[in-house]
């Protein structure tokens, strides 16, 4: 554990544990919350989008006092927003009592980079609900009033669609918010603009100035979190500049084509796996939010920012609505090549390996992906999986299938016939590169015609030099070009690869902006192809997606372009 054991209160000892069982714990038991599920049915409250949650006044109230709250606990409490958020990355020190395992690297608990990463956050995600319900349930008892009670039993953690929804809430950027209190309504500080580290200069141990990498040592000398912030003017962040990076990034149609395209649970969990994945899209936000000088863009620093959980929480829920509809679909062993900071490199990942540092309910067994499986078991779900209601497996798919296809491809043909399907042909451009090519984080950004971005591919390396054998790990991201070639017949092949050789173009930018030749990143190779696309009958089923026809010619004897 990085400082003293936790001394905050959890609220009402129904929300989770009693205090003899933190006691008698061997490690810090993480539950969930479990308040407000039907005794019934076991339907459990949702957790919501943030832009319905602000519209429930009690329980947007609630939450609001509870962040800040949260925020104001000591830093040295195991339970603070500090050492809670200090899991994912710095300070890198021990959480727990989980201890760091010297044959790993000293990084974060957290996983990127493999099979891992969409489970390792579910548990992650549940301690950060469970301690911000214990205050949620702590303010509702000051209000002597019903439907606050019942707010905080119902509370979970809300979520941001930034996959429909690809700006910032506006209420994130807002300096103030108004709430209703035990004595009347009242502006307050806004919590979910930034965090402010009470602890200022940072240790410099723990957060160096000098001797690690370039975008590190900038943030450690940051009294808040900031977004985009602009070098000149300093401690401002910039939320219109982020706007514009998260409408330039696809993640609608990257998002769409990781539910239809990738239907193995290693396509979609990792970006070392070819195709479009959920990290990449991800990582996208993370950049785009903290842009070259932000928090959100350092992995080391990400989860100081508020904006952080309401991003993972929306991740999880994709991952949830990919799992009810490719329920069968699980973890197969595959080597950590990254390591954390109690995985050793070239350590298996598997279903049963320690999600640490979580420890379930008992404080005794850890959690693992086997047994965060289901959001069920944490006492969370979203409306967009209607788990309690459809119970049977096929039927929970074709709805959630439905969902996607609504949120996410709204432009999408239906044929109306499940006798004769439409087939076109559709263009996608696949991008891979070296996760340590530049040795800092860095970003490839595909133009066409000269023009604005089209997609962006970020590389977010691991957040040290000795992070295992990362130098041998390769990203790979694939987007979409049904909008770059709209003036052209994409069923004419020729016509469009003449037109991709004349338009398709990238560039790179290091993590300050700085551009570099394309010939210095290692491992980049951008190569274009088509797919015999048939259409679906309706909006329970997805796009049937034939064999890759690749074109190298269309990007080869250009430096980053395949070999033909």
Same mark, same amino acid.
């Given at each position: ?173 807002? /300096? ?90 290693y396509n979609m969990a990792t970006q070392v796996s070819p195709g479009p994945s959920l990290e990449n899209p991800h990582g996208a936000v993370h950049v785009a939010v903290g842009g070259d000088y932000g928090h959100m863009s350092q992995l080391s620093y990400a989860a100081f920012d508020p904006i952080f959980w309401l991003h993972h929480t929306n991740v999880d829920r994709l991952f949830t609505m990919w799992q009810a509809i490719y329920p069968d679909e699980w973890i197969l062993p595959e080597s950590d090549m990254i390591g954390t900071f ?45 788990? /309690? ?34 087939? &076109? ?12 090519a530049l040795g800092e984080r860095f970003t490839v950004r595909l133009h066409n015609d000269g023009s604005s971005p089209i997609a962006s591919f970020h590389v977010l390396p691991p957040p040290v030099a000795d992070g295992g054998n990362a130098t041998h790990l390769t990203y790979h991201h694939e987007f979409a070009l049904v909008e770059a070639i709209k003036s052209v017949d994409a069923a004419n092949v020729e016509d469009v690869v003449d037109y991709l050789k004349a338009n398709l173009s990238w560039s790179i930018e290091t993590s300050n ?20 696309? &048939? ?13 890759? &026809? ?11 372009? /395949?070999?033909?």
């Open positions: 554990m990085l400082f003293g054991k936790a001394t905050t209160p959890l609220g009402l000892a129904t929300l989770l544990l009693t205090f003899v069982d933190i006691i008698q714990a061997s490690y810090y038991p993480v539950g969930g919350v479990h308040t407000g599920v039907n005794e019934k049915t076991g339907a459990r409250p949702a957790r919501r989008d943030i832009l319905d949650l602000q519209n429930d006044v009690p329980t947007w109230s609630l939450y609001i006092q509870a962040l800040i709250a949260f925020q104001q606990v000591p830093e040295d409490d195991s339970l603070s927003w500090f050492q809670i958020a200090g899991i994912h990355g710095r300070p890198y020190y021990s959480w727990g009592d989980v201890n760091w395992n010297p044959d790993a690297p000293k990084i974060g608990y957290c996983t990127h980079g493999d099979v891992l990463f969409p489970t390792w956050h579910r548990p992650y995600l549940a301690l950060y609900e469970q301690a911000l319900a214990g205050h949620v349930q702590s303010i509702a008892s000051t209000y002597n009033d019903d439907t606050y009670t019942s707010a905080a039993a119902n509370f979970r953690i809300p979520y941001w669609d930034w996959a429909a929804f690809p700006t910032l809430p506006p209420i994130v950027n807002d /300096a103030t918010v108004q709430i209703n209190t035990p004595s009347g309504t009242q502006n307050v500080a806004n919590p979910l603009l930034l965090y402010k580290f009470q602890q200022f200069p940072l240790n410099e141990t723990w957060f160096p100035t000098r001797g690690t990498n370039r975008a590190d040592e900038d943030l450690a000398q940051d009294p808040t979190t900031l977004r985009c912030p602009d070098k000149e003017v300093q401690g401002t962040s910039q939320p219109d500049e982020a706007n514009d990076y998260m409408n330039s990034e696809g993640l609608m149609s990257s998002i769409y084509s990781m539910f239809s395209k990738s239907k193995v649970y109690t995985i050793v490199p070239g350590s298996s990942d598997t279903s049963a390996a320690p999600l640490t540092p979580f420890y379930q309910a008992d404080g005794e067994t850890p959690w693992t992906s086997d047994a965060a499986r289901y959001t069920s078991t944490f006492g969370y779900s979203y409306d967009s999986v209607p788990d /309690a209601i459809i119970t049977n497996p096929a039927e929970l798919s074709s709805n959630v299938t439905a969902t996607v296809n609504s949120l996410y491809n709204p432009g999408r043909t239906f044929t109306g016939s499940k006798q004769k399907r439409d087939e &076109t042909r559709e263009w996608s451009v696949a991008v891979q590169a070296l996760s340590t902006g700085t551009v570099v030749p394309a010939e210095q990143v290692e491992g980049l190779i951008i190569c274009v192809h088509d797919e015999i696309v &048939t259409h679906p009958a309706d909006q329970t089923e997805f796009p049937v997606y034939g064999t890759k &026809t690749l074109h190298p010619e269309i990007t080869s004897g250009k430096p980053g372009g /395949a070999i033909s």
